[in-house]
């Protein structure tokens, strides 16, 4: 059973518009056991939700590869969270800003402590998801596994936080970016397909709220 809270902030960039877009995402087995693991997540954002991945350096999975988030250009970290596992214990998360070899921008996914490294395409949203008030997704698949599907265990909980700044001559420039005021709800939901074959869509409003 999967579960999803959001929180939208000011990212404290001097435009004004410039937010940190939060995913709590929770997963737990029924009978109690544990989570499935997953095969897909996607990351669908509200419509009043904009991204500028333009506006970021990038950096390629080869770098990460060889060297590491650390390795990456500055600025191109545009996410960070929590993994936590099962049955106990966490790991940290980075997203970087990268433009895949086949042109598409995107993100890499990654966490040291595990070795993991998971690649997102940015894709518009299409039908039936932009009829529920979404825009962008972030496209994630998990790579194929030797381990067998019924021995792979998911996480018991996965924060992620989309968004960042840079300076760029004497202003401050967001990753990502809202329309919306003060107190206004949106939207956010993730999109998931397990080894089981369920798949579900568990959905969170957030209120827009001062960092």
Known sequence: MDGLAGEIT????????????????????????????ARRFVFLFDDALRFRPDAFPTCARTT????GVAACPEDALVG????HLYPDGTAEVYAVNTRHPNGMRGAIVVIPANDTILELTWEPVTAPYRGLGYRWALDEIIPPSPTPPEQ???TRRFELTWGATRTVGDRTVSFAETKAKLGDELRLGLWSEFV?????????TATTAPR
């Open 10 to 37: 000011s990212d404290g960039g001097t435009s004004g518009k410039g937010v940190l877009v939060g995913f709590d995402r929770t997963s737990r087995a029924e009978p109690e056991g544990p989570p499935a693991a």
């Open 64 to 67: 990460v590869e060889s060297g």
């Open 80 to 83: 960070r969270g929590t993994s």
């Open 152 to 154: 792979r265990v998911g």
């Open 196 to 204: 089981t074959g369920q798949r579900v869509l568990p959905q969170a």
